[in-house]
């Protein structure tokens, strides 16, 4: 529940880190931390509400909608995988040796280099996306953005937020926030790497949760 409260309030990349220090520390087991990493890897109300609702659909009623659709979409897909079990895992049911160290140039350094990986990764694909701009203009604007959002999740939803369709918007852009992009994708992969999590059981724990909080969102906003 702790992992899973600060991921809310912290957002991507954090839940991840959080999961995966856990197991390092032999308080979970891999198994624990592969069940845990559905839910705990989320986006936050800073960026959801704040940055996405507020800033780019200049609406806080879409920020609230996304919000929750979001977190009602993780709890869902925390209870979808409660009961998996991966395969040819060796250890999976143990927890790692615990680190007894407790050097604060290490914790630092760790923290540093997580920071720029992150960076780098969010760097890199607004280059992507760049890059590819004019192969995903040859599209309809609505899946051109919808893809663009699936690349990087800031240039997605920033576009998105430019449809005349806000209704259809914000059930993309809830998509789009929960799965998160391939951009976040791999900062969360890479908080995870001493975790070993198999990445496409990871990338379909992410497009689980982009389908639960997409159908949540389709609700809301035709509700409220």
Do not use: W
Not at 42 to 51: K, L, R, W
Not at 104 to 132: H, M, P, Q, R, Y
């Amino acid at each position: 529940m702790y992992a899973f409260v600060m991921a809310i309030l912290s957002g991507y990349p954090v839940g991840s880190k959080m999961v995966c220090d856990l197991y390092l520390q032999g308080q979970i087991t891999k198994q624990d931390a592969f069940k845990m990493s559905a839910f705990c890897s989320t986006s936050g109300p800073m960026f959801i509400i704040g940055a996405v609702g507020i800033g780019m659909f200049k609406n806080a009623k879409i920020g609230y909608i996304l919000f929750i659709s979001h977190v009602f979409g993780a709890i869902l897909n925390g209870i979808l995988y409660r009961k998996l079990k991966v395969k040819d895992e060796e250890n999976s049911n143990t927890s790692a040796p615990k680190n007894e160290s407790t050097n604060i140039a290490d914790i630092v350094l760790n923290s540093t280099l997580s920071i720029l990986s992150v960076g780098c990764i969010i760097t890199i694909f607004f280059i992507v996306i760049e890059c590819f701009a004019p192969l995903l203009n040859l599209l309809p604007t609505t899946i051109s953005y919808f893809l663009q959002g699936v690349i990087e999740i800031t240039k997605g939803c920033l576009s998105l937020s430019t449809l005349m369709d806000v209704k259809l918007a914000c059930i993309l852009a809830s998509f789009v926030v929960s799965f998160g992009g391939i951009s976040t994708i791999l900062q969360s992969i890479t908080m995870l790497n001493s975790l070993k999590m198999p990445i496409k059981l990871f990338v379909l724990e992410k497009i689980t949760h982009g389908l639960f909080a997409m159908s949540i969102s389709a609700i809301l906003v035709f509700l409220l």
